[in-house]
């Protein structure tokens, strides 16, 4: 079992550069893979970024390839995820979660990012 607490989010201006953090509990989070996704109202949930259990293997979606970083630190059982020139696009609820196979298992409750023009 893994729970999973996002936090960092907030109101922000445009190209502002904050850091979300998802926390986890549970001895194995080392061995699971961790995204990020977000969802901004009334649109779908959208893929912002992977990590692999060793950090050696990352994805990034396409809107934000370039500008986000993702990271993670399994001594501290924490992942990270650097967003940096923010839009107001990027507007949403940032959610993580974790998965061993193919399904994210895990999910935070997401924490709410506004980024102000």
């Known amino acids: 079992q893994v729970q999973l607490v996002e936090s960092g989010g907030g109101l922000v201006q445009a190209g502002g550069s904050p850091r979300l953090s998802c926390a986890a509990s549970?001895?194995?989070?080392?061995?699971?893979?961790v995204g990020w996704f977000r969802q901004a109202p009334g649109k779908e949930r959208e893929f912002v970024a992977s990590?692999?259990?060793?950090?050696?293997?990352?994805y990034y979606g396409d809107s934000v390839k370039g500008r986000f970083t993702i990271s993670r630190d399994n001594a501290k059982n924490t992942v990270y995820l650097q967003m940096n020139s923010l839009k107001p696009e990027d507007t949403a609820v940032y959610y993580c979660?974790?998965?061993?196979?193919?399904?994210?298992?895990?999910w935070g409750q997401g924490t709410q990012v506004t980024v102000s023009s």
């Open positions: 979660a974790a998965r061993m196979s193919d399904d994210y298992r895990y």
């Open positions: 549970g001895r194995t989070f080392s061995r699971y893979t």
């Open positions: 990590i692999s259990w060793s950090g050696g293997i990352t």
